[in-house]
């Protein structure tokens, strides 16, 4: 039988306006694309063990993917959405 998992999505990335001048002139110049990264997280209830990958975006057919490629077949799922 399946365990049960917490699964959530943050931001990870500081705002350029309280990063150092040299740091965020390489964001405005471009070097660093992307500001801020999308990071997905998953607990198991059970064992506490979370894992916790960088996906390209947070839409619903990235996460489920990624949810359905980690976790066992009749997992319960709990998310705050």
């Keep these: 039988?399946?365990?049960p998992v917490e699964v959530d999505e943050t931001f990870i990335g500081g705002k350029p306006?309280?990063?150092?001048?040299?740091?965020?002139?390489?964001?405005?110049?471009?070097?660093?694309?992307?500001?801020?990264?999308?990071?997905?997280?998953?607990?198991?209830?059970?064992?506490r063990q979370v894992r916790a990958k960088v996906v390209p975006n947070v839409k619903r057919e990235t996460l489920q993917a990624e949810i359905l490629s980690q976790i066992e077949h009749k997992s319960t799922v709990y998310t705050d959405g």
């Design 1 to 3: 039988m399946g365990v």
């Design 17 to 47: 306006q309280k990063m150092h001048r040299e740091r965020r002139l390489k964001i405005q110049n471009g070097t660093h694309a992307n500001k801020k990264m999308a990071v997905m997280g998953m607990l198991d209830r059970e064992t």
